[in-house]
């Protein structure tokens, strides 16, 4: 069954990293980061600078979310000296804007009964999938905090902005039932985005690869990384995965590149007829030199 409604049932905690040795000094301690968390659970997502676990049926049966957030907290603080702030909360959406909440070394803790206040006052621009140009259109209709979203009925946020408008309205009621995906491996990096409500428009889709792109090739970036290989996973909306792969003729770090690449890959897929509930985008094929920079936080699973 899927926990789209019954998401009060799962504990989610997203732990970011506000102080430790930087990725590129101390990938034994990362190491042992990894295996701490692993004492609590299997279920884990690497990001860049933060992890997300599943702990609603954690390796310690303790069935208290808020026990289990603070204690992993207390233990990184004991036992490798690193400063994090951690957000608990009944999904991966609402744990990040938990932890986001009191940076940096805070706890923050959203109860099912919470979520409708604990989104009321959040900027809009805090949903996945709301940009600069969602913000403008979503402020001309005087919609500025999640709280006001959350008002607005259904099929008015479809009219104006199709099926993400329903994605909009679910992520707004707190409704997200995107898993906690476990880490692989540690030569690619990923970023992946789930709708409430499958897209089926072509214009929908490119928005959201568009999206993916310009955030991984941020982090390509900021890493100074250049990939050759483009992975393109859809979820369509019977829950079937399907993956495509194309290498480019160059290394790049550019959105635009890595855009046009997962176009063509979508193409080779069936979202045309069947829609889309899942995109994601890896990024790999890094020379050697450049994979030896990566470290834990840079492997995503869609």
């Known amino acids: 069954m899927s926990p789209a409604r019954t998401s009060g049932h ?60 603070k204690m992993i907290k207390s233990d990184i603080k004991r036992q490798l000296s690193w400063s994090v702030s951690v957000g608990l909360a009944p999904s991966k959406f609402l744990a990040q804007l938990a932890m986001e909440r009191q940076r940096p070394d805070g706890l923050t803790v959203v109860l099912p009964e919470q979520v409708g206040n604990f989104l009321a006052d959040v900027p809009i621009d805090q949903l996945p999938g709301v940009g600069a140009v969602t913000r403008q259109q979503l402020a001309a209709m005087r919609i500025e905090r999640v709280g006001a979203l959350a008002q607005v009925p259904l099929n008015e946020l479809v009219r104006r902005f199709g099926q993400r408008g329903s994605s909009f309205w679910h992520l707004a009621q707190g409704w997200d039932d995107d898993p906690v995906a476990p880490a692989e491996q540690l030569d690619q990096i990923r970023e992946k985005t789930s709708f409430a409500a499958p897209l089926y428009t072509c ?74 509930r899942l995109l994601g985008i890896g990024l790999g094929g890094f020379d050697d030199e450049e994979l030896e920079q990566l470290d834990l936080f840079a492997s995503e699973k869609p």
Request: charge should be negative.
């Open 203 to 276: 214009e929908e889709m490119r928005d959201a690869l568009r999206e993916l792109a310009a955030a991984l090739c941020g982090r390509l970036q900021r890493r100074g990384l250049q990939a050759r290989d483009v992975t393109l996973t859809v979820r369509y909306p019977d829950f079937r995965t399907a993956t495509r792969t194309s290498r480019l003729a160059t290394f790049t770090d550019r959105a635009q590149a890595v855009f046009a690449a997962a176009c063509e890959l979508l193409e080779q897929t069936e979202v045309g007829d069947l829609g889309v």
């Open 10 to 69: 799962r504990k989610i905690v997203h732990i970011g990293l506000d102080s430790g040795p930087g990725p590129h000094h101390n990938t034994r301690a990362y190491a042992e980061f990894a295996a701490l968390l692993r004492e609590y659970t299997d279920w884990i997502e690497w990001g860049d600078g933060y992890a997300i676990l599943d702990v609603t049926d954690n390796k310690l049966d303790i069935p208290f979310g808020m026990r289990v957030a």
